[in-house]
């Protein structure tokens, strides 16, 4: 039983770059979110899902787009990458069940943005 | 959500019980007290959660005041791979945590 898996795990951007990380779960959750991560810093939400073919927008979404057109799959782009971008990224999937809303996270994607 | 105040840092034994204490004064009565822990660099891993009553699992005990302002997250015999970055988190709408920069325990030999 897989999780949560990201990919990449790293990756290395120059300024104006576009990239893709892909989120799947194999636990047929409803739910997915994408959270950055800053040293030193808690998780912020940059956009989030309430099932397939809907997103809907986080704490801080600017500068990135989400896409989840298959239930196991969210889709977290970068259009034009920025220093300010440099973060791990963290995807995380929940079920649906009430008062038990916990969340299963992935390992995380280190990205660099130069 | 209601905001949550926690200690930066806090050192333990391994071996005693590690007692953290988590502030969220201003919670209101349909919101959760969760508890999450990041160990190095890893993803969040979910600890218990509870509403009003005291919850207990595998991993840990949450104790929350009867008026629900504060709670604390008991780790009955800590060992070194218990060390981590320890999150509390209040939340009323479904899905939505807001961390904050928890604690960071380090528990030694």
């Known amino acids: 039983n897989a999780g949560v898996t990201q990919t990449p795990k790293f990756r290395v951007l120059k300024t104006g770059q576009s990239m893709t990380l892909l989120c799947a779960q194999d636990?047929?959750?409803?739910?997915m979110y994408w959270y950055r991560q800053d040293p030193g810093m808690g998780l912020r939400l940059i956009h989030y899902?309430?099932?397939?073919?809907?997103?809907a927008k986080g704490e801080v979404p600017d500068g990135y787009n989400v896409s989840r057109l298959k239930k196991q799959n969210f889709l977290l782009g970068l259009e034009s990458a920025a220093p300010s971008q440099t973060s791990v990224y963290f995807c995380?999937?929940?079920?649906?069940?009430?008062?038990?809303?916990?969340?299963?996270f992935g390992a995380g994607t280190r990205l660099s943005v130069l | 959500d209601a905001k949550t105040t926690q200690p930066p840092s806090m050192d333990c034994a391994e071996g005693r019980a590690a007692n953290l204490p988590c502030n969220h004064s201003t919670i209101s009565g349909n919101e959760y007290v969760y508890w999450y822990r990041q160990i190095h660099s890893q993803g969040p891993q979910y600890i218990i959660h509870?509403?009003?009553n005291n919850e207990t699992n595998e991993m840990a005990s949450l104790i929350i005041t009867e008026d629900r302002k504060s709670s604390t997250l008991i780790l009955p015999h800590a060992t070194l791979r218990d060390t981590a970055v320890y999150y509390c988190?209040?939340?009323?709408?479904?899905?939505?945590?807001?961390f904050g920069a928890g604690t960071q325990v380090v528990v030694t030999p």
């Open positions: 899902s309430v099932g397939e073919g809907t997103t």
């Open positions: 995380a999937s929940s079920p649906v069940v009430f008062g038990r809303d916990i969340q299963y």
């Open positions: 636990m047929n959750h409803e739910y």
């Open positions: 988190i209040v939340r009323l709408s479904w899905g939505k945590l807001q």
């Open positions: 509870g509403l009003k």
